[in-house]
């Protein structure tokens, strides 16, 4: 059993997250983008809090100091840039521009943790940020600074730079303890707005409340869990392969729920994406980059 709890870790955050992206799409039609980040940490957040007194550990200041730094970088400024980027980007485009993280991860290792990186990932980074480009050609806005594709990608530096803040962590404190902590200290900043969420969700229809409470609970709540977990299993790097498979799932769920299909700019574009994350992780893990 304790073999297959990493795999399902992984699988498990790739369903949830894979959903996560359609019903944004879905939820951003109605709400606006803080509202939609305060609600989906909102009930993560509580529970984070219960964890944290009934299971209380003793941090020290730097420790208490690099959780929030990682919760303000990889949950709540995250949200902030993906939010208001879906707004102008389809949800298939979205997951596929998230997807270029693992790269980043790479290249932020390279820079600021002095980790070895070769030729193949500066190739895998041009041909990324090719397939980037080419989902934006039908996205609003295109790929211009501070429209909908640019602030994803921005989103996407952000959750790689949140994957190595957060990886000492959880070797440190474990999965749960480290998840909890993320999470309350990156929705501290989103509190300026639990009024207005409150008020919105209580007079929404059914179709809303239940997309906040899939947010709230699986891509939210369980599924941070379960990628602190993943990371501080495999590692940020080589945690970061497997989360090319979030963008086939979340294009076959935004058809199955909400029957949109992606345009032929977002899937070739998306192929370039995965191919050259794929291929660079792959000849990464082989040659031991």
Not at 10 to 38: C, H, N, Q, R, Y
Not at 146 to 163: K, P
Not at 212 to 231: C, E, M, S
Request: aromatic share 16%.
């Amino acid at each position: 059993m304790n073999s297959l709890l990493p795999v399902l870790a992984v699988f498990s955050t790739v369903f949830f997250w894979g959903s996560s992206f359609p019903i944004m799409s879905f939820l951003l039609e109605k709400v606006d983008p803080l509202i939609l980040a305060t609600g989906r940490f909102s009930l993560a957040a509580f529970l984070s809090l219960l964890w944290c007194i009934f299971n209380y550990k003793k941090l020290s200041f730097k420790d208490s100091v690099r959780f929030f730094i990682a919760g303000f970088v990889g949950i709540f400024l995250y949200n902030v840039f993906l939010n208001y980027g879906q707004q102008d980007v389809s949800a298939g485009a979205s997951s596929f521009i998230v997807n270029c993280n693992p790269l980043f991860t790479a290249l932020i290792g390279f820079f600021l943790l002095k980790q070895k990186v070769k030729i193949i990932h500066w190739i895998g980074i041009a041909f990324c940020l090719l397939g980037v480009a080419i989902i934006s050609i039908d996205q609003d806005g295109g790929l211009e600074l501070g429209n909908g594709a640019s602030l994803i990608l921005i989103a996407a530096i952000l959750t790689a730079t949140y994957f190595h803040i957060l990886k000492p962590l959880v070797s440190k404190y474990g999965a749960l303890t480290s998840a909890a902590y993320t999470i309350l200290y990156g929705t501290i900043p989103m509190l300026f707005w639990l009024p207005e969420t409150f008020e919105l969700i209580v007079v929404s229809n059914f179709d809303v409340k239940l997309a906040f409470l899939w947010l709230a609970v699986f891509p939210t709540a369980i599924g941070y869990l379960t990628w602190t977990y993943t990371v501080g299993h495999f590692g940020a790097n080589k945690a970061s392969l497997f989360l090319y498979l979030i963008p086939p799932v979340s294009i076959i769920l935004d058809f199955i729920w909400y029957k949109n299909e992606p345009s032929l700019f977002t899937i070739v574009g998306g192929i370039i994406i995965l191919i050259s994350v794929s291929v660079t992780l792959f000849l990464q893990n082989k040659t031991k980059i």
